[in-house]
């Protein structure tokens, strides 16, 4: 069996192997959907896939939409080339229930899959013909919070984004300046409105992407690439809106367990590939089955009926709380912490670590104890009930092949949305953040991880962050065994509010995470006996 559009019109085989098949007539979506598209997605990824994806897919065989996604892949180009084109942009959706059973379907919804390159007049021209559309209702993302940075801790516009100011709407490269263009293509053949959604797992998200776009746009305008027309177009919702959003669905690395499987049931060329941007895909998705999309519901030109798949729709209020419940306290806060020590401590899998009795301790420690103060409830879901869910049955799942390795990329993003948040609350609430011991202990982690050094002692790959090459030069000459080799190197990134939204000093807490720093590089085993003496009291 080849997932294919060919592949799958042998139907008896797939149910055989126990994959359903989508009911409706994949090739008629893809006609339509290329006709008339109605919704495009930027960040052709594995949540997208398996998570998006499966809600348009939901929604065309419920038959309360004709349409399917069009996918835009703004940084990895191999993906389209490896994981789309061959599979005639089909996914196989794997489900990991945490009692060692699976759930598999095949989702064809996803219609077209376009690379954002403007060097390239066919790709380019494409995109063009999408956004002056004026059926397209929405244009959402997934591209990861780092996609919408547009400077860097200094300040300082990254090379790249600069460039792409130099150069203008027709030569973008960067994802904020490729969907600018395409919004000012759309603003010069009528100004059809559009609802700009991200669905990216940061804080605040659609203020964070309206913000990096209309930066983009007023660079133009002063350099006399677009009018001031355009910026206001912009910045009016009733044209172009930027709804807020919260994501939740625990999606790793695609398993070697899972592609055995498949291959086992007959499915061929299941095998992940690594592409030369180094991300590890495949033509199937494994994820967990939990999973929650809360959207603010502002949609200028319409939409399909989210609802209808389960997409929670409410008011910008409600996604905030939902929001800074989910990735200030309740599981990404949690996340980080068990992948920096996880990385640290030598493991391999997340759901391990909920078995080590330290570990466990800490995530208890840092979200139903001191996030819960904090957090409001949203109302639509209980954070109580939330937490408890992620901490029992989410991360322990043995079936779900998570890395602390892949959660630890680019933590230095990360941070200061699901740690400087609460120590910001706590701060206003308290007057400082002192009555926190968990989350410093957390931060104190990452300090040591960053050291890339294990609690045996032995030298370790830091999982790709942006910030390495300047976080760890800050850190140069400490060494394991030596304590005499610290001596403030700490001071400078625990006080970069740019990294944790807030000076860690002024929040009271700068001095206990350099001690528990400095206890965790005492020796070989350090870090064990921190954790210890910290939490099994």
């Known amino acids: 069996m080849k997932l294919t559009l060919e592949g799958l019109k042998n139907k008896e085989a797939w149910e055989a192997a126990g994959i359903s098949l989508p009911s409706y007539d994949i090739e008629k979506v893809v006609r339509d959907s290329k006709e008339a598209p109605e919704w495009v997605h930027f960040g052709a990824g594995n949540i997208f896939r398996i998570f998006i994806g499966g809600i348009a897919d939901t929604l065309i065989a419920q038959g309360e939409s004709t349409k399917g996604i069009t996918c835009v892949e703004t940084f990895d180009f191999d993906v389209i080339d490896k994981i789309y084109d061959p599979y005639d942009n089909l996914v196989l959706g794997v489900t990991l229930n945490a009692d060692g059973s699976t759930a598999k379907r095949v989702i064809g919804s996803l219609t077209e899959a376009i690379k954002a390159q403007s060097t390239v007049a066919s790709e380019w021209n494409r995109l063009k013909e999408i956004f002056v559309n004026p059926k397209l209702q929405i244009a959402s993302f997934t591209i990861t919070e780092k996609g919408y940075a547009l400077k860097g801790t200094d300040g300082n516009y990254f090379p790249f984004i600069l460039a792409d100011l130099e150069n203008g709407p027709d030569k973008a490269v960067s994802a904020m300046a490729v969907v600018c263009a395409l919004l000012f293509e759309r603003f ?43 910026v206001d177009y912009l910045d009016v919702e009733s044209c172009v809106s930027f709804p807020w959003s919260m994501i939740d669905k625990i999606t790793p690395r695609p398993a070697d367990s899972v592609c055995s499987e498949l291959e ?9 590939v690594i592409t030369s941007k180094r991300t590890y895909i495949a033509p199937f998705v494994n994820a967990e089955g939990p999973q929650y999309l809360v959207i603010e519901d502002k949609f200028p030109n319409g939409r399909p009926a989210l609802e209808k798949a389960g997409v929670y729709m409410t008011d910008r209020d409600t996604v905030n709380k939902v929001e800074r419940m989910k990735v200030t306290t309740c599981l990404n806060p949690l996340h980080t912490a068990l992948a920096v020590y996880g990385c640290v401590l030598g493991y391999t899998l997340i759901a391990d670590e909920m078995k080590d009795p330290q570990l466990n301790r800490l995530v208890h420690e840092i979200g139903p104890v001191e996030g819960m103060p904090v957090v ?47 120590i ?10 002192k009555k926190l011991k968990a989350i410093p202990l957390a931060i104190a982690g990452w300090c040591r991880y960053l050291l890339a050094v294990d609690d045996e002692g032995k030298a370790f790959e830091l999982s790709s962050d942006p910030m390495i090459p300047e976080l760890t030069d800050k850190l140069k000459g400490i060494e394991l065994g030596k304590p005499e080799t610290y001596h403030g190197q700490l001071k400078d990134i625990l006080s970069n509010d740019n990294i944790f939204g807030v000076d860690l000093y002024k929040a009271g807490i700068g001095e206990m995470i350099e001690e528990m720093f400095c206890s965790q590089i005492q020796g070989v085993g350090a870090v064990r006996e921190t954790l210890k003496r910290e939490l099994d009291n």
């Open 188 to 230: 010069k053949a009528g100004k059809a409105p559009l609802a700009v959604v991200s669905m990216d797992n940061c804080s605040h998200n659609g203020e964070k992407l309206k913000q990096s776009v209309v930066t983009v746009a007023r660079e133009w305008e002063s350099r006399g690439f677009v009018e001031k027309a355009f």
């Open 424 to 433: 910001k609350a706590y701060v206003e609430k308290y007057g400082d953040a």
């Open 264 to 272: 086992k049931a007959g499915v061929e060329n299941m095998a992940p």
């Open 376 to 422: 409001t409830d949203p109302g639509i879901l209980s954070p109580m009930e939330f937490v408890d869910e992620v901490i029992r049955v989410r991360i322990p799942n043995p079936f779900m092949p998570d890395a602390p390795q892949r959660i630890a990329t680019d933590t230095s993003q990360k941070v200061g949305i699901r740690y400087g948040e609460t």
